[in-house]
């Protein structure tokens, strides 16, 4: 399958513990065979703090607005087999709309920072 997850961060861990919880999903999604693309908006504070510029689980696509994500990455969002945003990306209900409007295949939304509210711990 062709997946294209639009995420928080991959490339650094800095400052947010999204990076090891995607790094450690794609590593197992491209074991089991999967072709995945992982999109990161490029920002000052990600990138002078990169602990893994280039993953080698996922093709990694930075991009700085989103009108460059949507321009550089509608194809590839069309014709993924499932699209994923993550919470915590920026202006994240714009890229959310796009990616359920663009995709042509299952779109979802992962929040990466659950708590239970259940009161336990």
């Known amino acids: 399958m062709k997946f294209v997850v ?4 991959v490339t650094s861990s800095w400052g947010n513990g999204h990076a090891t919880t995607y790094r450690a999903l794609l590593k197992e999604l491209a ?3 999967h072709d995945i693309l992982f ?3 490029d920002v000052p504070w990600y990138s002078g703090h990169r602990d893994m510029p ?3 689980f996922c093709k990694l696509g930075l991009y700085k607005t989103n009108e460059e994500l949507k321009t550089q990455y509608q194809e590839a969002v ?3 087999d499932i699209v994923i945003v993550g919470s915590y990306v920026q202006q994240g209900v ?3 709309n796009w990616a359920i409007e663009t995709a042509r295949g299952a779109t979802a939304f992962y929040d990466i920072d659950t708590l239970s509210d259940s009161g336990e711990t």
Do not use: D, H, R
């Open 6 to 9: 639009i995420g928080l961060s």
């Open 31 to 33: 074991a089991l065979g």
């Open 39 to 41: 999109l990161e908006k």
């Open 54 to 56: 280039n993953p080698e």
């Open 78 to 80: 069309a014709n993924a």
């Open 94 to 96: 714009e890229v959310g």
